[in-house]
């Protein structure tokens, strides 16, 4: 295939703010503001940032759970968002999520085996014995047992729960995953394997991967590319070794900087900003030199390339 398997090309999601009284002005919240990626086949793309950046907002929208205001979504060349875009039904077949908290994106009235078998039996893919059949498979294939299918989701422990979770992900047999902090809500021993699991079912079907998280150590075991979002925006984006070993923008080296280090005192390592206390020196756009407002209007869409696999947006 020759190309990305999916674009994101400018990328906007904005939100309306209830009004504090009749005759307020309006506000909007401006979640994404030009978001553009590409996920390239086989690969992992992690997408990072502090809470409120815009990093699942963006999910969502590929997801096709969150309609954006503008821009395009693009799957194999493909639109899949406007007019011409697929129905969800459809839609379903090319991504999936996994889920930050395994047990609420379960349904607790159901049997582990009801829930995966009905996603087939909507698609039209298999009923019946076929349908049991595949679900036995997939158990396997996370890790669980055939006899794992007829426990309700309160029998299983938490990485047993996201187990299951992306068994139903896999259920329709999706080229791209969107992994939403995948190992967060698990016991640090049980996120290794959580980890490896998903590794190897990535090398095994061929799958790709949008993953969400702020585990920096996480992001660094698993991506081929890294995206570093901030106010709405990506302000860094290349290869894992490129965005850890050389960042460049001041709010990706404070990022990488926050992650606890014993030798931080020796390294000058300093604490990621909020959006609240924006340093006076920092250089996200071109005129962010006034930290109130860093919805600036006129920041530059695109990032500058500053090496073979690493672009970064900087101030004029």
């Not at 459809?90 to 994106?105: G, K, L, N, T």
């Not at 938490?158 to 979770?165: A, F, M, S, V, W």
């Not at 460049?248 to 080296?253: D, F, G, K, L, N």
């Amino acid at each position: 295939m020759s190309g990305p398997l999916l674009e994101v090309r400018d990328l906007h999601v904005h939100f309306p703010i209830s009004r504090s009284f009749p005759f307020a002005p309006k506000r909007t919240l401006k979640a994404v503001q030009g978001v553009s990626l590409t996920l390239n086949q086989g690969e992992c793309l992690s997408i990072v940032g502090e809470s409120g950046c815009g990093k699942s907002t963006t999910a969502l929208t590929i997801m096709g759970l969150q309609e954006p205001t503008s821009g395009e979504i693009l799957f194999k060349g493909k639109p899949l968002t406007g007019p011409n875009a697929p129905a969800r039904k459809d839609r379903a077949r090319i991504a999936q999520m996994v889920f930050q908290d395994p047990y609420a994106s379960l349904n607790p009235r159901q049997t582990i085996g009801r829930m995966l078998s009905s996603q087939l039996a909507l698609h039209g893919i298999a009923s019946g014995s076929d349908a049991n059949h595949r679900v036995a498979e997939m158990l396997t294939r996370v890790g669980l047992t055939p006899d794992h299918a007829n426990r309700f989701p309160h029998e299983f422990s938490g990485g047993q729960r996201q187990r299951i979770g992306i068994a139903r992900a896999l259920m329709l047999d999706p080229k791209i995953l969107v992994l939403d902090e995948p190992v967060s809500a698990l016991d640090v021993s049980i996120q290794a394997q959580v980890i490896n699991l998903l590794m190897d079912l990535q090398e095994t079907l061929k799958l790709s991967y949008i993953m969400i998280s702020h585990d920096l150590s996480v992001v660094e075991h698993v991506s081929d590319r890294v995206a570093v979002m901030y106010f709405g925006r990506v302000v860094e984006e290349g290869h894992w070794h490129s965005i850890f070993s050389r960042p460049t923008h001041p709010y990706t080296r404070r990022l990488i900087g926050s992650v606890p280090d014993p030798d931080a005192v020796l390294t000058g390592a300093r604490p990621v900003p909020d959006a609240e206390h924006l340093p006076s020196d920092a250089i996200f756009f071109p005129d962010l030199s006034h930290p109130a407002d860093p919805h600036v209007e006129d920041a530059p869409s695109h990032l500058v390339p500053i090496g073979p696999d690493h672009r970064v947006r900087l101030a004029k």
